[in-house]
């Protein structure tokens, strides 16, 4: 197996690198220190395996599954056991607990020789692990080879188009494929509402609401943009108003 050790700490990757050593079928095809390296080594060097830390600046592990796809089978290494169900979330094969020892990487390695995670081991792991879900504090845009980290905090709103979504914040606007739903899923409800079904906005990106006819509204954006309001998303906005 081509595998790709993906961690922002030199002493982590060289421990993995040492582990694997002894595994005649393992080919070590690559090192990054970090996210981004590790999108772009995964899309040049094509590695059929990939252990990767979750916690590390710039990109954290689930970006980077999230931008370089699911080609590749993932390993997570991570000190914290509360990423666990996450990580199978987005079908891990496996969850290395730092410190791990060489067995527990060899179970590793034997789950992805046979490329699917064991329900049993995923069970237990999860009950050992509180999942953490909280709101989307950035969402990433992959165009072409470039990637664009766009905090949920600068948009002014998000709108559907055909099989992708223009985030636009800060005077740009960005396509990332995807749909509405899945968007407003991960972002924080206080903060991001629905206010058709089109288009979520931020409630602090809003200057005024003006009603266009008699049952009908829009919303107007420090940006000067207007944005059609549903009856729905009119009840919508009152409710988080008040």
Do not use: W
């Not at 040049?44 to 689930?62: A, H, N, R, T, W």
């Not at 020789?113 to 909280?134: F, G, M, N």
């Not at 980290?149 to 998000?158: E, H, K, L, N, R």
């Not at 107007?220 to 906005?237: A, E, M, N, W």
Request: aromatic share 6%.
């Amino acid at each position: 197996m081509r595998v790709l050790i993906v961690d922002d700490e030199h002493l982590a990757r060289a421990v993995l690198r040492e582990y694997l050593t002894p595994h005649a079928d393992i080919e070590i095809v690559g090192e990054c220190a970090n996210g981004f390296e590790a999108v772009k080594a995964i899309a040049e060097l094509d590695p059929e395996l990939v252990f990767l830390d979750i916690q590390m600046p710039k990109l954290d592990g689930f970006e980077v599954v999230e931008l370089a796809g699911s080609k590749p089978h993932y390993i997570f290494a991570t000190a914290y056991d509360g990423f666990a169900l996450r990580a199978f979330e987005v079908h891990a094969i496996d969850y290395l607990l730092k410190p791990f020892s060489r067995a527990r990487l060899g179970e590793a390695l034997a789950q992805a020789r046979l490329r699917s995670p064991q329900p049993a081991q995923i069970e237990a792991v999860v009950k050992e692990a509180a999942a953490r879900h909280t709101p989307l504090e950035r969402i990433l845009i992959r165009d072409g080879a470039r990637v664009h980290v766009v905090p949920t905090a600068s948009v002014d709103y998000i709108e559907a188009q055909d099989d992708y979504v223009a985030v636009c914040a800060d005077g740009r606007q960005y396509l990332k494929h995807g749909s509405l739903a899945e968007l407003e899923a991960q972002l924080d409800p206080a903060i991001f509402v629905r206010i058709h079904r089109s288009h979520i906005v931020n409630l602090g990106a809003i200057v005024r609401i003006e009603p266009v006819s008699k049952d009908n509204h829009c919303a107007v954006l420090r940006s000067s943009v207007k944005l059609p309001i549903s009856r729905s998303g009119y009840q919508r906005i009152r409710e988080l108003l008040a």
